[in-house]
């Protein structure tokens, strides 16, 4: 049975075999504990890139990125019971490239947000089965630029961290960004 929910820009898609396998998944409620999954991480990774950057400058902020964010990821999957990640179609770090479900919803993410959809509110969900033949909740939130995100991934990069950045991740397709633009997307998984 497949149902098609949108709010918004808010979407959630489920594709699952019968009615009564339907009944057993609260997708609302995978939905909202994915949401906390995601303010979780988001608050965690906007605390730590403040801290550092009041501390120690852009330089701080990109060492975050560099070495904290994804054992920060790590952790808090490991606590929450998601698999958790970040991914964008336009990655400074190859070790968050998306898969071909991400890929796909990033897709319709950038389309939605060139016809003017609101990134802020911008999600989708998804029961997929694995290839393990288990019934996977996946769930995607759309990351926006801010105005504080410029400074690393905007058009007009102080010479020291381009250089930076240059020398961490030689290949670097996350520039160039305005603000308000589709950064990328919070990634979750959980298995039912």
Sequence with gaps: MNKLWATGALCALTALATP?????????????EGKTVIKTLAGELGAELKK???????????????????PITARISAAKGWTVSRTSL??????????????????LFAKQASAGANLQKMAFSQVVMNDEGDKVFR?????????NCLA???????PAVASKLDMLYPNDHARG?????LRGAFSLQKVL
């Design 139 to 147: 769930m995607m939130k759309a990351i926006p630029v801010g105005d």
């Design 20 to 32: 009564a396998v339907a009944e057993q998944i609260n997708i609302p409620a995978l939905q909202a």
């Design 90 to 107: 336009k990655l400074r770090n190859p070790d968050n490239a998306p898969d071909n479900w991400e890929k796909g919803v990033l897709e």
């Design 177 to 181: 960004f305005n603000s308000g633009d």
């Design 52 to 70: 550092a950057a009041k501390t120690s400058g852009l330089d701080g902020a990109i060492q975050v990125c560099n070495t904290k964010a994804m």
């Design 152 to 158: 690393c991934h905007g058009s007009a990069l102080q």
